[in-house]
Each structure stands twice: as C-alpha cells, then as structure tokens.
C-alpha cells in the first residue's frame, strides 16, 4: 500500500529514517507546510521520448533530482501535495519506478493534515547531506510510446485518457504538442473521477462502479496517460490501491505521441 494518513504520518514524525517531501508551489510552500519537509518539483520536468535514449536520460535526471532533496533509498519516503493531487503523485509513480522500495503518499494531501490537527511550520529545513540514489528500474510499471503503439486494439488492453474532455476531443492543444486529440480506441476517464470532494480517493466501491462503467475491470492490462504523466500517475495510484494488477503509466503520454508523426490520432 502506497497511502499513508494524516494519522499515521503524525505517529512517525516522531521516529527516524523519513523524508517528507512537499510537491505544492513554492508560494504554497512558504506559505506553511509539515514540520521538516523538503520543497521538491517533481511535475515540471517533462518526458521527451520513452525510446532507450530518453529513459536513460529520465533515469539520469531523477537520479539527480531525488539525490539533491537526501533520497537514499534507505528512508522512508512521503510525498504530498495541497490534496490528493497530480504533483505528489508524479512524484511517488518516479520513485516507485525507478525502485525505491518505501515511499507513500498521504491521502489528502495537506489539507487534510491540517483538517486532522497536523503541526504547519514557515521553517526550511537544513539543507540535506547529497546522497546518492541507486536506479533500478520496474519496467513493469512503465509504458513506452512503442510499447503503446504495439497494443492498439487490443481486446485484452485498455489505453485510458484521464485528460480533460476537451483535450480527449481534441478542441484543446497545449503549446508544446505538435497535434492535438487522443490515442486512437482510448477510453476516457477525467482523472478527478476518482476523487471525493474532500480531496481524497473515492470509496473503493464507488470507484470500482465507476471504472466499470467506463469499461475499465481488473482482467485487462490498463495504460494510462495524460499530458506528461502527472494526472496519469494519480490514476495509477488509485487503481493499485484498488487492487488492479496490471497497470502502466505511459510517462511521455500525449507530449511524445503527438509529437510522432509516425502515430495515428483520433479527435472529435
């Protein structure tokens, strides 16, 4: 189980061997955040290419990224975001793929520290010993482009979009992608579905009704993507703890499709 609660994590503030990692704003940050956490953007940093190349450089970036905040892989790591969120998600689905064997995120996010009596602290800790974090990958949790591409209509695949409808239709384009529109056969679930409005992860009934509506069930592999694989990586994270096995994140997600001319697109 990747979640942790206000509660718990009140309990083990007290102990040694964790990092608290806040994956808000910087202005969010300042503005009050949990007693010792460290400031970390973990969302900015977008994917180009899933090709061996691109991984490498994922790999290398990250490794440098988690190392800078003290990721050792010998702690515990708590990541969270202003509720159950896209940042801190991203953040963990990083973590739990490049093999970190202990790392959590606090359902609720902040505010529900808050809501829970949790201490809020303006105070920056010390700057962390640089450790080193070793990369070993779990394959198992990542899609490639190539790996998505391979499994188009497949009856046994389902490639979820978890981006907003008018990006799913394709009446809306970011920027920074070539094309807009979706991967062609994808279904199309917004990613804050599975959220109550607490800013929790809905009831695991109400969420396994809700997927199966969508044509979403535990028998068939599920590819996620969003935009850059933050919105995917809360998905993802819902779905485990609901108990789905085969489940990927395709961490490229629209930015790399789009921007291979090669790849079909539907839109409409």
């Known amino acids: 189980m990747s979640l942790i609660s206000p509660q718990q994590l009140r309990e083990r503030l007290v102990g040694a061997g964790l990092l608290i990692i806040d994956a808000r704003l910087p202005g969010q940050y300042e503005a009050g955040h949990i007693p010792g956490a460290r400031l970390?953007?973990?969302?900015?940093?977008l994917v180009e290419s899933t090709d061996p190349a691109g991984l490498e450089e994922m790999h290398a970036y990250l490794a440098r990224l988690f190392a800078s905040a003290g990721v050792s892989g010998d702690e515990e790591v708590v990541l969270y975001d202003e509720?159950?969120?896209?940042?801190?998600?991203?953040?963990?689905?990083?973590?739990?793929?490049?093999?970190?064997?202990?790392?959590?995120?606090?359902?609720?996010?902040?505010?529900?520290w808050r809501a829970a009596g949790g201490a809020v602290?303006?105070?920056?800790?010390?700057?962390?010993r640089?450790?080193?974090?070793?990369?070993k990958p779990r394959p198992e949790a990542l899609a490639t482009c190539d790996y998505v591409a391979a499994r188009l209509n497949r009856p046994d695949v389902v490639i979820l979009d978890v981006r907003s409808k008018g990006e799913h239709k394709g009446t809306d384009k970011a920027d920074?992608?070539?094309?807009?529109?979706?991967?062609?056969?994808?279904?199309?679930?917004k990613w804050g579905r599975l959220i109550d409005p607490e800013g929790r992860f809905?009831?695991?009934?109400?969420?396994?009704?809700?997927?199966?509506?969508?044509?979403?069930?535990?028998?068939?592999?599920?590819?996620?993507?969003c935009h850059r694989g933050a919105r995917a990586a809360n998905t993802f994270l819902a779905?485990?703890?609901l108990g789905y096995r085969r489940v990927r994140n395709f961490i490229g997600s629209w930015h790399e499709w789009s921007r291979r001319s090669d790849l079909p697109a539907d839109s409409g």
């Open 40 to 45: 970390l953007d973990v969302f900015e940093y």
């Open 83 to 112: 509720t159950t969120g896209m940042r801190a998600a991203r953040g963990v689905w990083f973590l739990e793929y490049l093999g970190h064997p202990r790392v959590r995120f606090l359902d609720g996010g902040f505010r529900a």
């Open 121 to 128: 602290s303006r105070d920056a800790p010390a700057p962390p």
């Open 130 to 135: 640089l450790a080193g974090f070793a990369v």
């Open 176 to 189: 920074c992608c070539p094309r807009a529109g979706r991967i062609p056969g994808s279904l199309w679930l």
């Open 202 to 225: 809905l009831d695991g009934e109400q969420a396994r009704r809700l997927l199966a509506e969508a044509g979403i069930t535990p028998d068939k592999e599920i590819i996620l993507y």
């Open 239 to 241: 779905l485990k703890e």
